[in-house]
């Protein structure tokens, strides 16, 4: 079946740290990969996606790379801010109705 | 553009209540899918509407059920509340596609139910 596994959490960063949040799916067919980002106490915001192998979404300085033979969908930001604080989730969308979602990495970025 | 937009923001239960929840989508959607996120976890796929009818259901009970309105609005109700009912409820808008897929879901700022 279609599944998505986040490294765990909490990751304690310094600010202008290097940030990798590794995420590696299983799935049928050739699925849609999505980063979201959650504040506390709000909703999810879509942070980037990518819908086909080899392509890389990208947004306020985040990075991810759709590797097919790897299966993978890391999250990379090159400097950190205390402003990045957040949980990320990486999820799927495999060409149906239903995300799936991995269990979330709590970020936090001391000053 | 207005974005999805839910009703209440809280919400206290006690155990064998029922409970509405609301969801404005955003404009120019026509498909709203609802997900459970419980304390720590993951959103987890409730189910999903598109043009007023059930379009796809996750592994929830039937007391679980909703309705989507001709304005592409949509309701989440819960029957028989249980304490692990206590969540956040998440509601997402997006475009369904005629070839069957979907574009990108958009989240509201969700529901989050406190059963006592």
């Known amino acids: 079946g279609n599944s998505v596994t986040q490294m765990e959490g909490p990751v304690t960063l310094s600010e202008e740290a290097f940030l990798t949040i590794n995420c590696t799916y299983t799935a049928t067919g050739y699925p849609s990969l999505f980063w979201y980002v959650q504040y506390p106490g709000e909703g999810l915001q879509l942070l980037l996606k990518?819908?086909?192998?080899?392509d890389k979404g990208s947004n306020k300085g985040f990075e991810a790379t759709y590797r097919k033979e790897t299966t993978s969908f890391h999250l990379e930001k090159g400097s950190v801010q205390v402003s990045d604080s957040a949980v990320y989730f990486c999820a799927l969308l495999p060409g149906t109705y239903k995300y799936i979602f991995g269990t979330g990495t709590r970020l936090k970025v001391l000053a | 553009e207005t974005g999805v937009t839910q009703s209440p923001t809280h919400l206290i239960k006690t155990r064998g209540q029922q409970v509405t929840l609301r969801c404005s989508s955003q404009s120019g959607h026509n498909t709203v899918s609802w997900y459970q996120q419980a304390l720590g976890q993951g959103p987890q796929f409730i189910f999903q509407?598109?043009?007023?009818?059930?379009?796809g259901r996750g592994n929830f009970p039937p007391r679980f059920s909703g309705l989507q309105f001709p304005n592409y609005s949509s309701e989440l109700n819960v029957n028989a509340l249980e304490l692990d009912d206590s969540a956040l409820y998440l509601c997402?808008?997006?475009?369904?596609?005629?070839?069957?897929?979907?574009?990108?879901?958009?989240f509201g700022p969700g529901t989050r139910l406190l059963v006592l």
């Open positions: 997402a808008s997006s475009y369904y596609l005629i070839a069957g897929n979907q574009e990108t879901q958009y």
């Open positions: 990518a819908t086909k192998a080899d």
């Open positions: 509407y598109y043009r007023e009818e059930e379009n």
